[in-house]
């Protein structure tokens, strides 16, 4: 209970775009925290952005080319726009939701996978 759903990974061309999804499982007002994790082979998981009640984060790197949202109409879901994509950005993308009655137990989706092609 509690894992968040991942979809929108895929193939796209050098340069192209991508919008990532995630649905978590249980009601806004239980959420703290969700969040976008990328693992690249052979390199460490790394948060690329996040969204609270308050605030939105975007790593350094990908600043002007990454936005996270929420949905309007449901707002348990968040989506990642990522922009200018390169080869090297190639990555399994993680969803990390954190809910207010279980600080310190974060909740990983299952990953998706984003390929750009040169």
């Known amino acids: 209970q509690g894992q968040p759903v991942e979809s929108g990974g895929g193939l796209v061309q050098a340069g192209g775009s991508l919008r990532l999804s995630c649905a978590a499982s249980?009601?806004?007002?239980?959420?703290?925290?969700m969040g976008w994790y990328r693992q690249a082979p052979g390199k460490q998981r790394e948060l690329v952005a996040q969204?609270?009640?308050?605030?939105?984060?975007i790593t350094d790197s990908e600043e002007g080319r990454f936005t996270i949202s929420r949905d309007d109409n449901n707002k348990n879901t968040v989506y990642l726009q990522m922009n200018s994509r390169e080869p090297e950005d190639a990555a399994v993308y993680y969803c990390?939701?954190?809910?207010?009655?279980?600080?310190?137990?974060?909740?990983w989706g299952q990953g998706t996978q984003v390929t750009v092609s040169s």
């Open positions: 990390r939701v954190v809910y207010s009655d279980r600080a310190g137990v974060p909740y």
């Open positions: 969204i609270t009640s308050s605030a939105t984060y």
């Open positions: 249980r009601s806004i007002f239980s959420i703290t925290a």
